[in-house]
Nanobody, 130 residues
């Protein structure tokens, strides 16, 4: 059983930066692909990025709208996955959640499908506004 807790959200002006954290307990996050999703009011949940298990060692995946602005990374010592978000835009406003896949070690081509993930955090709000 994996427990995930997100933090780091907040309010920021356009062009600003935030770093979201996803801290795991109950299991080592390095053995699971971990993805970040976001959901804006009235919209479907959207896959943002995925980092594979350490053993799989895939290149991280990103949705097109955040490529070059967001970076996903791991800190194995603290069992944490980060999402560094730079050059934030108003359209990035959403609740951001991290999720873990307990079945496959890879993100793969379908990493952005929420149904692939078994464990979810509670989410953290990101608001980008001037």
């Amino acid at each position: 059983q994996v427990q995930l807790v997100e933090s780091g959200g907040g309010a920021v002006q356009p062009g600003g930066s935030l770093r979201l954290s996803c801290v795991g307990s109950g299991d080592t996050l390095g053995t699971h692909p971990i993805a970040w999703f976001r959901q804006a009011p009235g919209k479907e949940r959207e896959g943002i990025s995925c980092i594979s298990s350490i053993a799989a060692d895939e290149t991280p995946s990103y949705t097109d709208s955040v490529k070059g602005r967001f970076t996903i990374s791991r800190d194995n010592a603290t069992n944490t996955v980060y999402l560094q978000m730079n050059s934030l835009k108003p359209e990035d406003t959403a609740v951001y959640s991290c999720a873990a896949d307990s079945v496959w070690p890879l993100c793969g081509n379908s990493w952005a499908k929420p149904t692939n993930y078994d464990y979810w955090g509670q989410g953290t709000q990101v608001t980008v506004s001037s």
